[in-house]
Each structure stands twice: as C-alpha cells, then as structure tokens.
C-alpha cells in the first residue's frame, strides 16, 4: 500500500481533450513532484512544489498544467496533447526540509495514452 | 553528457548469485544517492540511500560510494528471482537557487533477471 495514491491509473484521451491527473499525499511530505517516464527513458522531473510554491518548472510544454491547492494534494491538469506525450506520469512526495536527502516516495503512476 | 549513466543491461544473474549494478554521475557537486526498485507497471521503491565514501549495508544490499570517481553501485547478495525488477540510480544536487530543494536526477536504469 502506498502513501501517495493517484488516479486515475489509466487514462485514454484523444488531442482535442481536457482532463486531469490527481495525486494525494498522506505522509505529511510538504513538496510534491511530477515525473514523467517514457520508455527506454530516465525519469524527467517536470514539475516540483514546495509549500505549495511552484519552485521548478523543468521547462515543460504550457500543454502541461500543474495545480497545488494544499501540501497534500497536486494535479496535472491536460489539454491539447500530443501523442509523445504517452507515457507512465507519476507523483512522489518528499519532506522539504533537507529535500536533498530526503527520499521521494512515489505513487503508482498514471498510464496516459493520447490518441 | 548524461548526468547520471547506467548500463541498461539486461543483466542477467543466476538465483543465489551476487548481482553488481553500476551508475556514474558527471555533477561532483551531487551530495545524496539513491537506489530505486521498479517492478513492471508499478512504482520505484526506494531501498537504499548513501551520502558518504564507502559501503552502507542493509540486509542483502550493499551501496558503494566512491565520490572521487563518481562512482555508486549496488551489490544483491544471494540474488532471488523476486529481485528481478529494473533498478534506478538517482543523484541529488542542491537546487542552485540557494532553496533547500534538492534537484534529483535519475539514470535510465538496468534490467536485472535472476534466474532459478
């Protein structure tokens, strides 16, 4: 069972659509992150909260909207996709605090495939 | 250059063995390392973290720390077949901005099999 939990955990949706990704929290981590994994790719960092503070932006396409209303809660809000952008998209949590050697604690990701 | 380089693999172990995986970073300002268990269509699960020259230990896992050749590894003694999965090598470097986030980078990861 993870403590960071997301859903949903597939998501088909075509070019032309709106949707968006949950992710909640319940280790009392105050920063949030979004990971993008592709295949036969690293993980790239997308974005990072702290605080609820946007702190990096890993200069990723406006297609991509995220969204921190509170430290225990982020959403990828989407729109306008490609078909690159398939892939698994996963939330993790961390203490901010000493965050360098704090460890990320991931959920189990959401499966996009843009149609 | 990639920051954090792993070899893909696969590699391929027999079930008792000892599997030896490898990662070079290239940022010598990289402060905190960590090893990541990915299992096909789950999560990475961290099982190991260093910050310091030399070995740290936890059950059948070992990381090795060498920061003058920017060198981390992870050894798995008495390999399972439970322990097949692709392992992350992550490098943290302090966020330039003077924050106290940290910017962690992944390598691409091996495949590791371990056969019966």
């Known amino acids: 069972e993870t403590g960071v939990t997301q859903t949903p955990r597939h998501l088909v949706m075509g070019m032309t659509n709106k949707k968006s990704l949950k992710c909640e929290q319940h280790?009392?981590?105050?920063?949030m992150y979004w990971y993008k994994q592709s295949a036969k790719k690293p993980l790239e960092l997308m974005f990072v909260?702290?605080?609820?503070?946007?702190?990096e932006n890993n200069s990723v396409p406006s297609r991509f909207s995220p969204e921190c209303p509170n430290s225990s809660h982020l959403f990828l809000h989407l729109h306008t996709l490609q078909p690159e952008d398939s892939a698994l998209y996963l939330c993790?949590?961390?203490?901010?605090?000493?965050?360098?050697?704090?460890?990320?604690?991931f959920g189990n990701g959401t499966r996009l495939t843009v149609t | 250059q990639k920051e954090v380089e792993q070899n893909s693999g696969p590699l391929s172990v027999p079930e008792g063995a000892i599997a030896s995986l490898n990662c070079t970073y290239s940022d010598r300002g990289s402060q905190s390392f960590f090893w990541y268990r990915q299992y096909s269509g789950k999560s990475p699960e961290l099982i190991m973290s260093i910050y310091s020259n030399g070995d740290k230990e936890d059950g059948r896992f070992t990381a090795q720390l060498n920061k003058a050749s920017q060198y981390v590894s992870l050894l798995i003694r008495d390999s399972q077949p439970s322990d097949s999965a692709t392992y992350l090598c992550a490098g943290g470097l302090p966020n330039a901005g003077g924050t106290s986030y940290g910017k962690l980078t992944f390598g691409q990861g091996t495949i590791l099999t371990v056969h019966p």
């Open positions: 993790a949590s961390s203490h901010r605090e000493g965050a360098l050697y704090s460890p990320l604690h």
């Open positions: 280790l009392g981590h105050n920063a």
């Open positions: 909260y702290s605080l609820e503070e946007r702190v």
